[in-house]
């Protein structure tokens, strides 16, 4: 079955810029988006489209993509950005199911 | 505003099944697919599948096939999500959620299901 893989975990400190990966076989074909959990919440958008920031999202979350692999930054992280992090695509089959990555844990401190 | 209120927690034995209900409102709800995601205790993301609230057409994940099933009754405009021959390792909030791959996403508040003997 299709994995997204991304790094466990990923520290900064506040004003620092943080990306955190995220590597697939289907993404040069398929896009990548990214969702922000912080304990006990639902899940947020935070990048759609591998680089598209939604409405009301700070300026410094940023993605990008480029063959195999997806990028996150946040750019200028500040303490209140420390949350999980899972990016999520869909394989390419005909029949395309979705998929997340494990997720990684951003520390700003 | 678009909602999806998710039904409350619920507690089965193994072997069990569960139903989950995710109503919607505040959008025409034919137009959209309802995703579900669930989440283990101290776990990742995990998705489960789709299903089309326009013709009730369903993707699942392949862990699930077999045990899983999405339905939607668009008089109520609720969807549901179906899991039998429930295993401790089921134990975990579920989210329903619409759009995952889009510009704006709505998540239900999520159910957590605790399977346990």
New interface residues.
């Given amino acids: 079955?299709y994995e997204l893989t991304q790094p466990p975990s990923v520290s900064v400190s506040p004003g620092q810029t943080a990306r955190i990966t995220c590597s697939g076989d289907a993404l040069p074909k398929k896009?990548a988006?990214w969702?922000q959990?912080k304990s006990g919440q639902?899940?947020v958008?935070v990048i759609?489209?591998d680089s598209?920031r939604?409405?009301g999202i700070p300026e410094r979350f940023s993605g990008s993509s480029s063959g195999t692999m997806a990028t996150l930054t946040i750019s200028g992280a500040q303490v209140e950005d420390e949350a999980?992090y899972?990016c999520?695509?869909?394989d390419s089959s005909g029949?395309?199911?979705?998929?997340?990555?494990?997720?990684t844990k951003l520390t700003v401190l | 505003q678009v909602q999806l209120v998710q039904s409350g927690a619920e507690v089965k034995k193994p072997g069990a099944s569960v139903k989950v209900s995710c109503k919607a409102s505040g959008y025409t709800f034919t137009s959209y697919g309802i995703s579900w995601v669930r989440q283990a205790p101290g776990q990742g993301l995990e998705w489960m599948g789709w299903i089309s609230a326009y013709n009730g057409n369903t993707n699942y994940a392949q862990k699930l096939q077999g045990r899983v099933t999405m339905t939607t009754d668009t008089s109520t405009s609720t969807a549901y999500m179906e899991l039998r021959s429930l295993r401790s390792d089921d134990t975990a909030v579920y989210y329903c959620a619409r759009g995952l791959a889009v510009a704006v996403t709505y998540w239900g508040q999520g159910t957590l299901v605790t399977v346990s003997s």
Avoid: H, I
């Avoid at chain 1, 029949?95 to 997720?103: D, Q, S, T």
């Fill in positions: 079955s896009y988006y969702y959990q639902a899940p958008l759609y489209e598209k939604p409405s999980d899972y999520y695509s869909t029949n395309p199911l979705g998929v997340f990555g494990g997720g």
